[in-house]
């Protein structure tokens, strides 16, 4: 089966420019996740999506950050404005379990990989 | 909420040794723990999991322990081949409804040949 796909794989802006990444997750999967991966560290949670509506934004810095997911399948994810401390790689995930229970596999995609200068 | 430990943050084994990486986890609600593992520039790929009924867990070379009383999970990975270097997850379930992973810090495992 077709992985999880993100877009673009690399981005490099400047503070207070605005950018926005692309999630394709697996067909099928019912929940989707975004993660922020700072170098040296792992993966947390921004936003999870059950279907189109939100589960979990609790991480989510929504002065700057938004995410949608329409009709339930891609979503995007923005940062306006970015600051320096952004830079990340921001990884996109998806799982199969409508109940949206993180007991169930999260397939990860290659992630955008954002410097901002 | 959820923190999760992961140590060491760093591993250098000998190829063909044995190499164990250990996570300490705050909520002892959590009852699902993956590790992943990331190689350089690549995405995190499941390797092992563990649910909170089962206190081991085995897949060839890599096995899982769980000791919920001490709210700790281990990593065990045997007879190490350098295509086992790379970074090393470890997370836990957290949330009201456990819809949610809390990762560790990682951990640089190189196995030198």
């Known amino acids: 089966e077709a992985g999880v796909a993100q877009s673009p794989r690399y981005k490099i802006i400047e503070k207070r420019q605005s950018v926005a990444f692309w999630c394709n997750p697996i067909?099928?999967?019912?929940?989707l996740y975004w993660y922020q991966q700072i170098l040296g560290q792992g993966p947390k949670l921004l936003i999870q999506?059950?279907?189109?509506?939100?589960?979990?934004d609790s991480q989510l810095p929504k002065d700057r950050f938004s995410a949608e997911r329409l009709k339930g399948v891609d979503s995007t994810l923005k940062i306006q404005p970015a600051k320096l401390e952004d830079s990340a790689v921001y990884l996109c995930?998806?799982?199969?379990?409508?109940?949206?229970?993180?007991?169930?596999?999260?397939?990860f995609g290659p992630g955008t990989r954002l410097l901002v200068l | 909420g959820e923190n999760v430990e992961q140590h060491p943050s760093t591993l250098s084994v000998q190829e063909g040794d044995s190499a164990v990486i250990k996570c300490t986890y705050s909520?002892?609600?959590?009852?699902?723990f993956p590790w992943y593992k990331q190689e350089l520039g690549k995405r995190p790929q499941l390797i092992i999991d563990?649910?909170?009924?089962?206190g081991e867990k085995k897949d060839q070379r890599i096995a899982v322990t769980l000791n919920k009383t001490a709210k700790h999970f281990s990593l065990h990975i045997t007879e190490t081949q350098p295509e086992d270097s790379a970074v090393y997850f470890c997370a836990a379930s957290s949330g009201p409804y456990g819809n949610k992973l809390v990762f560790g810090a990682g951990t640089i495992l190189r196995v030198k040949s």
């Open positions: 995930a998806s799982s199969p379990l409508s109940s949206g229970r993180a007991r169930e596999t999260q397939y």
């Open positions: 067909s099928g999967h019912a929940t």
């Open positions: 999506f059950q279907n189109n509506g939100v589960v979990d």
């Open positions: 563990i649910r909170s009924n089962v």
């Open positions: 909520d002892s609600a959590s009852n699902y």
